[in-house]
């Protein structure tokens, strides 16, 4: 049983096999507001559930997530049938933004849509996401989303991109778009909205749903290990357990009050609902590293140098969990937060 009022998962759930079950592919599919058919709870515990199982799947089911919100949120008609025919057949989406001085822009422009080139990397899910949303940098400076047919086009995927301390499973590696030749069907909304606010910055609620699930399943292995290990009534231990007890639950409460935030923007949305739902997501980000932080040292510290071999499950979910924990300009969110606080507007 996980720490607190969390979901019971499988922990033997694997990303191939996750893919073919439940609702895994179609809990992500969203109204043309981008809110999520099965709400925003539902939409957080999937993502606890997904991370608390493997962090990795959990990567490329968050970014699975927002392709189709994205999607709902600013395509037209014909690509919302489209992706929902795509998600039943079991297609999965994923978003690549990040990139280097290569990234990826627009080469010529035709009567049919446009030709790119450049590379993305960290694109998580390289080899089996079946639709990527891609940015794409246009001519004039701006940026321009598009929905990428994987399955259709030719990409070079360099794989010796991704040598890293964790996540390895998520595949993120660095995928070349050269020669590809979009159609303006491809093409996703209107120049400069994918960093629109509040979706953009908000956003940020979905992987913080999924570094809480895999901080709960490591504090819920780690009290499996103290009873296997019959060190469950030592007084240090105990000490150690019951801060990671409390550091899980910390992030859940985090982790909800972003689904709180989320709901009451989108049941009315406004300035002061945004900005609210801003902070909170802001501040959610640095308590719940925090948390995982707190948790891996006394695990770590906990569990001991027998315990880090790889026949127990602390190793790999460490270093997955210290790797997913390195979300960009967290320090920015710090700034943020204490501005906001400092108005009317605090945190309460």
């Excluded at 849509?113 to 996401?129: D, E």
């Excluded at 940098?137 to 086009?153: H, Y």
């Excluded at 948790?295 to 210290?322: I, K, Q, T």
Aim: hydrophobic share 45%.
């Amino acid at each position: 049983m996980l720490v607190g009022n969390t979901l019971r998962v499988n922990v033997r759930w694997r990303p191939a096999e996750a893919l073919a079950i439940d609702d895994a592919l179609s809990s992500g599919l969203a109204d043309a507001g981008g809110v999520p058919r099965s709400g925003r709870l539902h939409e957080h515990d999937r993502l606890r559930a997904a991370g608390a199982a493997d962090l990795a799947w959990g990567r490329l089911y968050e970014g699975h997530v927002n392709a189709l919100q994205l999607i709902a949120r600013l395509g037209t008609e014909r690509q919302r049938l489209r992706a929902e025919d795509d998600v039943a057949h079991g297609r999965l989406f994923g978003v690549w933004n990040t990139q280097a001085a290569d990234g990826v822009h627009v080469t010529t422009v035709d009567s049919h849509g446009v030709a790119i080139a450049g590379r993305k990397t960290f694109a998580s899910g390289a080899g089996r996401v079946a639709r990527a949303v891609i940015s794409v940098g246009c001519p004039d400076g701006s940026a321009q989303l598009a929905i990428v047919p994987m399955d259709r086009v030719h990409t070079t995927i360099d794989r010796s991109f991704w040598r890293p301390y964790g996540m390895e499973d998520s595949d993120s590696f660095a995928v070349d778009f050269a020669g590809v030749h979009l159609e303006a069907d491809d093409l996703l909304g209107g120049a400069g909205d994918y960093d629109r606010s509040p979706w953009f910055t908000a956003g940020a609620s979905r992987f913080v749903a999924v570094q809480t699930g895999g901080v709960e399943q490591l504090v819920a292995d780690f009290g499996a290990f103290l009873r296997r290990r019959g060190a469950h009534e030592d007084p240090i231990q105990l000490t150690r357990f019951g801060e990671c007890v409390i550091a899980a639950r910390t992030a859940l409460l985090w982790t909800h009050a972003c689904v709180g935030a989320w709901m009451r923007y989108d049941e009315a949305p406004g300035e002061i609902v945004e900005a609210e739902l801003l902070v909170t997501v802001d501040a959610a980000r640095s308590a719940v590293e925090r948390s995982a932080l707190d948790v891996a040292e006394r695990v770590e510290r906990g569990a001991g140098a027998r315990g880090l071999l790889e026949s127990e499950p602390f190793a790999r979910r460490l270093r997955d969990l210290r790797m997913y924990l390195r979300q960009p300009a967290i320090d920015a969110t710090l700034l943020r937060v204490a501005s906001s606080s400092l108005t009317p507007r605090a945190i309460t």
